[in-house]
């Protein structure tokens, strides 16, 4: 944030005034006040978090995933590829209650060919992010509708909010929309349409149940069963520990996933995602074994014990092995990613046999043994306090950088000004603080980029995790805490030495006779300026006002920058 050269610094002429001990006897409790102002912030910042228990296994009581039913009337049972599919789009207007915003949604209508009377009907709801009728479901919209389903995919209903701020129950209306479209067509049995939830959406789901009671069954994938703030959370966590990061950088996902949302006006983050209605249909679960999103066997526990209140022992759970998040065979960022093995086969019987009202024979729980790392964060929740503070503390040290960014460019300005004219000093600055004060903002400042290439290292690895991708091995994202906190702990060293230098020369100077100085003067004597100037013409820091407004300003500028690494927990030494 400086520049300074050693044109600019004008040095004492007398130096050296205090005894190696005595500076060092200065710094030392210097350096370990302001330690353990440091320390202090990482430890009341500091959120516990729940772990245990870890490496949870939900047993499976067969390896075979198949699905198959009880038939004693022999009724005919279609299967997938049965049936020509033709498609067809239309349109359906969604309004966003409490803004009126209005977003035209198309509708992907797939119909199965050659088929006589009132067809089940399935309609899906999106995950995460912005799909479209046309990029979504595709493959599982079209083996449904192979089957004998009339499927609808929509468009994501979103309006103007984003992934942060999402309208759940607003989107629970639109997805409702779209079911009573289905249940209007003459080809459809307006008693037998379910839904296709995936990931995000088995949030809006929740919603979704409790205002439509006639939703006919649901089949579920990666369901985030827990609320968004413990559900993210969990997978936040885990992943970090995946892809190697060093464990310091749990400590930012501790403090991250406490902030209080509501003070953004955003209420999503701590919806309860289960009432009476959630699962009180015939649901299907499915999970991939290598999924790194989502809380399975604790997700299992909950739907089990959320269905069997609602009196319903219809529910069926199946594990793919190999699969991700969204069951698909590897890299979903990929085209043409498959689906898991047997997965649509599986699914579709599971399907035909709930629109035909039969008995399922096969095992309520099969496939791959399902697992779990490590316990879902139920204790987290939104802290107030530490919100206020970590914004004040971003803003401000933000502003503060910009400032000293601003001043360091004009000082820059000056000087090449200065040289040009062969003027004098354009800062001014003494006994060496200027040379001082640059090396330690540009230690400071690379710490600080050390630290964002780690955590960007760490978000790239989760997002590829979430992709069903294998992330690079950690580099940065491991060593580069346990440097940063080396470095931080050298730089308050070199900040007491600056402040010891500060008060070295402020006692020759005789600012530590201020006091009698200003006795003196009221009884006639000469001003403190005076008297200071008599001693010793140069300043303590800087001759100019613009050399001590910069030192000024950067000092508190790199002290922000300290106490930000403090609140994400970089001065909690283990």
Known sequence: MTNVSQEDEQQPDQVGRWSRVRRLMTSLPIFVILMGILVSVSHLTAVPWKYDPVDQNFPTLTPDTSVTFDNPDGIHLDKMGDYRVKAHHETVTAVREGTDERQEIRVQIREPLGVQGERPGVVFMHGAGYGTCDNSFGDVAETLASAGFVTAVLDKPVWSTTDANRDYPASARAYDQVINLLRAKQNVDPARVGIYATSESTWISSFLLSMDKDVAFQILLSPMVYSPRHAVGFFVAQDFAIAGANQGYQSVVRRLFSTDASLFNINSLDIDPTDENTYAIPTLLAYGAKDVMTAQVEGVQRVLAEAHAAGNENVTVRSYAVSNHVLRLGDEANTGTPLADHYQEDMTNWAVGQANGLRQTSPSVGGATIHQSIAVPTDLRGRPVLTIYMLVLHILTFLLLLISLVMALVAAGIKIHHL???????????????????????????????????????????????????????????????????????????????????????????????????????????????????????????????????????????????????????????
């Open 420 to 574: 040009i004219r062969h003027k004098g000093p354009a800062l001014g600055f003494s006994h060496g603080f200027g040379g001082s004060l640059a090396t330690v903002t540009g230690t400071t400042l690379a710490s600080l980029v050390l630290f964002v290439a780690g955590l960007g290292q760490v978000i790239m690895a989760v997002v590829r995790l979430g992709w069903g991708g294998v992330p690079d091995p950690a580099g940065v994202s491991y060593w580069s805490w346990p440097v940063i906190q080396v470095v931080c702990a050298l730089v308050i060293w070199a900040w007491s030495r600056i402040f010891t230098r500060m008060a070295e020369v402020a006692s020759f100077k005789g600012v530590s006779q201020i006091p009698s100085q200003l006795k003196a003067h009221r009884a006639g004597g000469p001003t403190v300026a005076q008297q200071m100037h008599s001693n010793d013409p140069q300043p303590v820091v800087a001759s100019t006002r613009l050399g001590l407004a910069l030192f000024i300003v950067t000092t508190l500028a790199m002290f922000g920058v300290l106490l930000i690494f403090a609140f994400w927990g970089l001065f909690i030494y283990y």
